[in-house]
């Protein structure tokens, strides 16, 4: 039950907030939850009730929430200058970010172009894409690809190359044509294919493709090793490796949208790495600022950027955001980075991977969990639901389920996943993974 402040909280939002990626309708009868504060991986609520952040708040929050370190970083920074414009001006914060990040691709990608949210960076890729062949005179290259069941955005730009049903119908009208085609998605293997026959299988399609439009297409936009929106969807790095060749073969640029699996979700700090190639753009956003700040940016070779290096105005990149670049953000980056490299946390990812996946075996073992799967610090699975009217539902009943058992889990259709911060202690992750086997138990037997 909410209490008298916490009841008149929630209504003031249903009155004046327009929540994001929810029908406001079925908050008649799903409260919202009223947050007060955050600590480490928890939220706690105004009635102070605790929910373990298993979702790092839609996959930005790494390094816990309130965290000192990130915290002493924004404070210094707010003494010093918390913005300025990034046209004609510049600042230490931008330069050394842009800097550190680029050394983390050994200087392939030392160009960054900063926006505000994940899908502001999939637009700047795609303008500066095209507007790249058309400084190169190759104004036929006007067309994209995308995956099936890849979401890339909601702005009309990024929803032309997403595949998501729920977000793109409504607005189809609106949107560029572009090519989708064959998902690598490992759960599409044929019986007794493995991963990379269906990765093998999904690049021949898009091989076809190059060969007949190649001089029409300016880029392949892809989700590297996990198509997160669609439902945790993933795949061999053999995928990138092909799609990295063919690219070269056939003069199409590649855009790695790194903005959810970046950041050491997957286990390396870009998913890239595990393949073995560097893409020709990489989006990030999200975890880049460890959930303090809206940032996100695009990161691109030297022979793209110098397309459009000229004395003519209409040849330079035509894109900006009035917070560009924005200090206070660049410093909650710069500390997130900081993190990864004096706690060594890819290497501490590991083990925490191997505790919560053995952890999740009995789950895993489950008659009605389909399709177990782990990536990184990422686990998902598919819930076998039969009855349809139950299906539609599955992902409300249970992520109001998990709340009562202190769990913030917000299910995609019957997927069920857990992206949880890089700081959960080995308790954390047993109260997780226990709870979360209970919770399944109680919604697949409604």
């Not at 990626?21 to 908050?27: A, F, G, P, Y």
């Not at 996100?296 to 030297?302: C, Q």
Request: glycine share 6%; charged share 20%; aromatic share 8%.
């Amino acid at each position: 039950m909410q209490n008298t402040h916490s009841s008149q909280l929630v209504q003031r939002s249903l009155q004046s907030v327009w929540h994001p990626c929810t029908q406001m309708q079925h908050h008649e009868t799903v409260p919202l939850v009223a947050v007060k504060r955050g600590q480490g991986a928890w939220l706690y609520d105004v009635d102070n009730r605790r929910y373990l952040d298993a979702v790092s708040s839609w996959w930005v929050n790494l390094f816990g929430h309130t965290n000192p370190r990130i915290n002493a970083a924004l404070k210094d920074q707010l003494d010093t200058l918390e913005h300025a414009m990034l046209a004609g001006f510049t600042h230490e914060p931008v330069v050394e970010l842009s800097e550190k990040l680029s050394a983390l691709t050994e200087g392939v990608l030392g160009h960054c172009f900063y926006a505000s949210d994940g899908a502001s960076a999939v637009e700047i890729a795609l303008k500066m894409s095209f507007h790249s062949w058309r400084n190169q005179g190759l104004l036929r290259k006007q067309e994209f690809v995308c995956l099936k069941g890849g979401y890339h955005g909601e702005t009309v730009g990024a929803l032309a190359v997403t595949d998501v049903a729920v977000f793109r119908d409504a607005y189809d009208a609106l949107l560029k044509s572009t090519h989708c085609i064959m998902s690598p998605d490992a759960r599409l293997a044929f019986d007794g294919e493995t991963a990379e026959d269906q990765a093998r299988r999904a690049a021949h399609e898009l091989e076809l493709l190059l060969q007949e439009r190649a001089d029409h297409i300016s880029a392949v936009i892809v989700e590297p090793l996990v198509q997160c929106a669609s439902g945790m969807a993933m795949h061999s790095p053999l995928y990138l490796q092909r799609v990295r060749a063919l690219c070269d073969q056939h003069n199409v640029h590649m855009i790695a949208d790194e903005i959810a699996v970046g950041c050491g979700r997957t286990g390396t700090f870009f998913a890239c790495e595990q393949a073995k190639i560097w893409p020709d753009f990489v989006c990030l956003s999200k975890g880049i600022s460890g959930g303090y700040l809206p940032l996100s940016l695009v990161m691109t070779r030297d022979n793209i950027y110098q397309s459009f290096y000229s004395d003519s105005v209409a040849r330079g990149f035509l894109h900006s955001h009035s917070y560009t670049g924005n200090p206070l953000a660049c410093r909650a980056a710069l500390a997130t980075l900081a993190i990864f490299e004096e706690d060594d946390v890819l290497a501490q990812n590991k083990l925490r991977a191997q505790h919560m996946t053995t952890a999740l075996t009995p789950l895993a073992q489950h008659p009605q969990v389909k399709h177990f799967r782990q990536q990184g610090m990422i686990w998902a699975f598919d819930a076998q639901v039969n009855d349809p009217a139950k299906a539609a539902t599955f992902a409300r009943r249970f992520s109001s389920r998990a709340l009562a058992h202190e769990l913030l889990i917000r299910p995609i259709g019957c997927t069920v996943y857990v992206m949880p911060p890089y700081i959960l202690t080995h308790d954390e992750m047993d109260l997780l993974t226990t709870r979360l086997h209970t919770v399944f138990e109680e919604v697949i037997h409604e």
